[in-house]
DNA sequence: ACCTGAACACCGTTCAAGT
DNA sequence: ACCTGAACACCGTTCAAGT
């Protein structure tokens, strides 16, 4: 939908701030989204972003909601057919090291929890996530509330681990003690 | 002469700042740390900060240090001199369900981790945990590598239960159900 | 339909002046 | 040694006026 425009064209849609919003979002966090810096990298006034959105928190949710039914579902696309839970787990551990601009946000979003948006969305995207754990883990022979509680360690070993991963100042894995990781998560969890 | 009906001394410390910082982080997180409101809380104007602190920054950072050295070693040490590995891992589950103020703070903190100060902080709470996990898991029998991944397995599990755990919107386990998951996953990880 | 530019409120920060 | 009160900068928000 980008027309073939110059980059300093002043004309901007709803959807033009929701895409810079998230860019700002991936590099340097929620808190950093802000109004005045957005419009200077969209060239234009803050004042013009009222034109589009109520207020900050306005674009934070429209943003968020697009971040959610596109890259979200799109990972979502791509994991949940996988029967096999092992391969399944791995997947969405093998998401977690790739530097997509998808997982950039995912572990933004993580790291701003104290945000009620940012919690409202995440309390959908766990539950879903958790949600298909849950029938791979029934698929795989635990009962129902066996697959409840492992899936329910496995997201939350996830997340942990996306936190530890991702918190300056803690050695970050290479490649190796990575795969050495996830193997490990993979047998301990995997019946 | 002393004026009566003065509400409460208007004399204060640093300490008496930092401990009206680590409530209001308790209470409604590291983003509603401000200054002005803070100052209102401690009956004087937001000027007589800056007698005491350099910005609001040397503050978060002078709280945070106040919490590791009080409540933070006060719970490593009620944890770290449980032998059994297995009952080691329940007590530090049975923390989140507390509600003590530690740990309102150490979840308001996990929710602010796109605040570098915090994230500094983290890296050692997590780095410092970890590793009594491993030196369980190590006497419970495991080899270094394998007390090393289940350590790491371990701690982020225990953080991404946290996460969940306080994500609103997200139903919370009640009392049963948080005693079923704590067994299962002691079944699960503890050898 | 979208943008500018001036205005205001709020909060972090500074500082001279008070006790 | 600690506080006040006025000032300024920054950013979110509003709005009348522009194209």
């Known amino acids: 939908m980008n027309p073939p425009s110059k980059p300093e064209r002043t004309r901007l849609t709803a959807e033009d701030w ?3 919003a998230l860019e700002m979002i991936a590099e340097e966090g929620v808190g950093a989204l802000a109004i005045e810096a957005l419009a200077r990298r969209l060239n234009v006034t803050k004042g013009s972003f009222y034109w589009h959105f109520r207020n900050r928190e306005a ?3 429209a943003a968020l909601q697009r971040w959610e039914n596109n890259d979200e579902t799109e990972v979502l696309a791509k994991i949940e057919p996988i029967a096999d839970p092992r391969q399944r787990l791995r997947a969405m551990f093998d998401f977690v090291a790739r530097e997509l601009p998808s997982h950039r946000i995912y572990a933004a979003l993580l790291m701003a929890l104290d945000h009620p948006a940012v919690q409202t969305l995440m309390a959908r995207v766990s539950e879903r996530r958790m949600d298909f754990l849950a029938a791979a883990y029934r698929e795989a022979g635990l009962d129902a509330a066996q697959a409840q509680h492992r899936s329910r360690l496995t997201y939350a070993s996830y997340v942990g681990f996306m936190q530890i991963n991702m918190t300056l100042g803690l050695p970050r894995l290479s490649h190796e ?7 490990h998560v993979t047998e301990t969890l995997v019946p």
């Open 18 to 20: 929701e895409h810079g």
């Open 59 to 61: 674009l934070l949710q």
């Open 177 to 183: 003690e990575f795969d050495a990781y996830v193997d």
